[in-house]
């Protein structure tokens, strides 16, 4: 708790909170970004896109 007390008065409290969020937001960023390459799956699925082009979609 006394590390978290030294950075917030050498670095600030907004870097300190912000740097705290994207630690507790990260793996819900990774499950959204799954989630979104699961849907791109099955709409492409339903436009008639074969493995080949789905792949090319996911990858960009």
């Known amino acids: 708790m006394e590390e978290i007390f030294k950075l917030a008065a050498n ?3 907004p ?3 912000a ?3 994207l630690i507790k937001i990260e ?3 990774k499950d ?3 989630s979104i390459n699961s ?3 099955v709409v ?3 436009s008639g ?3 080949e082009e789905i792949s090319k979609i996911i990858s960009g």
Do not use: S
């Open 15 to 17: 870097m300190v909170v």
């Open 11 to 13: 670095y600030g409290f």
């Open 39 to 41: 849907l791109t799956i």
């Open 19 to 21: 740097g705290y969020l």
């Open 32 to 34: 959204l970004q799954k």
């Open 44 to 46: 492409a699925r339903q």
């Open 49 to 51: 896109l074969d493995a």
């Open 27 to 29: 793996p819900v960023i």
